[in-house]
């Protein structure tokens, strides 16, 4: 009785701490489904996300030519007033989502990051400013694909 | 098992703000390739980076398969000269990496 006693407070013990863990790490979890989707569309089904609008406040910085398109660099700068999530698509990857990227206030909506990219495609750039989604694209002509040796 | 040794810097850049550049070091394997025998190479690559300032976060990145090998990531945050930033990851294999430096 004891014993069983113990062993209920022991596991409870460590589910809170599991828990408290989990949430230290990150504030929103990770959504599986987006990054497994094989098609944009899926991908951003799996998000829930509003209808998105181009805009031209987003700047994408991309080599015109990745000669190898296992390693290319990618420069996001945001101008849009209260953006705070940045998702970046390879239209024409496997798993074209690449990234899903929150930021604070304390922090400029900037980040550069380097990305495999199958072929010749564009890199689509969403951006989450309140309950607005804005969107703009950029193409990337890929010599050599980057997803199957890797 | 991947290498976990990475490179962090954080630098006052010329408009202020502190730019953080994260150098990981690891292979993000997509599961699609194959080795030289013809071996399915399982999936291995980052599912989360959590930047922080004094141990508070305030960059998560969520990635996944599509993210290079070894990438290069960088951001740029409000700092004061002397903060402690971090930068975390984890990966699908349930392996972690951490590095701190302090704000120059």
Known sequence: MILNRRHLLKAAFALTLAGITRRAWAGAERNVNAFNGRSVESALGALDLPTAEESSLIDIDAPDVAENGANVPVEVTVRIPGADRVLVVGERNVFPLLADTRFTPGVLPWFEFKVKLAETSHIRVYVVAGDRLYTTSRQVRVIVGGCLPG | ?104
Do not use: C, Y
Not at chain 2, 64 to 75: K, Q
Not at chain 2, 81 to 94: H, M, Y
């Open chain 2, 1 to 104: 098992m991947a290498d976990t040794t990475f490179r962090l810097q954080a630098k006052r850049g010329a408009d202020g703000a502190v730019l953080v550049k994260a150098l990981i070091r690891h292979p993000n394997h997509n599961g699609l390739g194959r080795t030289a025998d013809g071996e399915p190479i399982p999936p291995h690559h980052l599912t989360e980076v959590v930047v922080a300032v004094n141990g508070e976060p305030v960059v998560t990145l969520h990635t996944g398969s599509g993210i290079a090998a070894n990438p290069l990531l960088g951001w740029k945050l409000t700092a004061a000269t002397g903060d402690r930033v971090s930068v975390a990851w984890l990966d699908n294999l349930d392996e972690r990496g951490r590095a701190e430096t302090t704000v120059v």
